[in-house]
């Protein structure tokens, strides 16, 4: 299907590895101009000349870290003057922290996931809104996560921010949606993905399989038990991978979601035992 987005310009925070790279990729897939932004530059550049060479499509890698306000106007000002406008901006860019309880916590720890991932999407979209309205058209996508909706013992920074996030996009979608611009948010359930941790440089993966070791130590079973029934809880029967979620996404930047904003969209293979009206 051709989703019409031909020639548009995307920008994609985090988008050098994990969910933000088949982001990227995706979107260059149909014909989308993309720049990404990162903070390792040897992946980033590794990550722009793989997806060129697979879609012929250029794409733009910027070294900056999304947490740094004069980060994220370099970004801007470099997609704009390599690509001419800003069509789609994609908030993604996310850490994997360890997970420690309440009282473990220092006040860095919860200003760090405050930053990342509720004032890094107020500073973009404070950015591009302006250059989406002057074009009648845009589309904005925050990733979030589905430590939104659920309470766990640890996870504290995430769950307080998350919820925020949600309220962000459906108040931006209200004051934007009159000027053509869209804002949703995706949020991932546990997805396996090559993302790495700011600290140590543990994957996804790995740092899951400790999540689920843990897990299984509390609840007095084995490990391969434990993975199981973790599975077990996906409706669709197997693991949520970097592609699932990028797909959704692809679709909420194209034209044909025009007639969706404002909207939390839970990527997490049926997971979630809610119902929402």
């Known amino acids: 299907m051709d989703l019409g987005m031909k020639d548009k310009v995307a920008m994609v925070t985090g988008g050098s590895q994990g969910i933000g790279r088949a982001i990227a990729l995706g979107l260059a897939r149909e014909g989308v101009r993309v720049a990404i932004c990162g903070r390792t530059p040897d992946i980033l550049e590794a990550t722009a000349e793989s997806i060129e060479s697979e ?10 870290d999304v947490m ?14 390599e690509f001419g406008t800003v069509d789609i901006a994609i908030n ?29 999407p107020i500073r973009l979209t404070r950015l591009v809104a302006p250059i989406m309205q002057a074009n009648g058209w845009g589309r904005i996508i925050n990733i979030g996560g ?4 659920k309470v766990h013992e640890v996870g504290w920074a995430k769950g307080a921010t998350q919820p925020g996030l949600i309220n962000l996009t459906k108040r931006l ?8 611009i869209t804002v949703n948010l995706v949020e991932p359930g546990i997805v396996w993905t090559e993302g790495h941790t700011r600290t140590g440089g543990k994957s996804r993966a790995e740092a899951r399989s400790e999540a689920l070791a843990q897990r299984a130590e509390r609840e ?12 077990a809880e996906l409706v669709i029967g197997r693991r949520i991978e970097s592609e699932d979620v990028a797909n959704i996404v692809v679709f909420m930047a194209s034209p044909l979601s025009g007639a969706v904003t404002g909207e939390t969209i839970l990527v997490d293979g049926g997971e979630m035992p809610t119902v929402r009206f």
């Open 92 to 120: 993604n860019a996310d850490l994997i922290t360890h997970d420690v309880g309440f009282f473990d916590l220092r006040d860095e720890d919860w200003q760090e996931k405050m930053d990342l991932k509720l004032f890094a």
């Open 173 to 180: 979608a209200w004051l934007l949606g009159r000027d053509g």
């Open 68 to 81: 740094v306000a004069a980060d994220l106007e370099r970004f801007v000002q470099a997609t704009v003057e």
């Open 55 to 64: 879609t012929g499509v250029r794409v733009l890698p910027v070294i900056a």
């Open 220 to 231: 007095g079973i084995s490990y391969e038990e434990m993975d199981r029934l973790a599975l």
């Open 146 to 149: 589905s430590s939104a909706r």
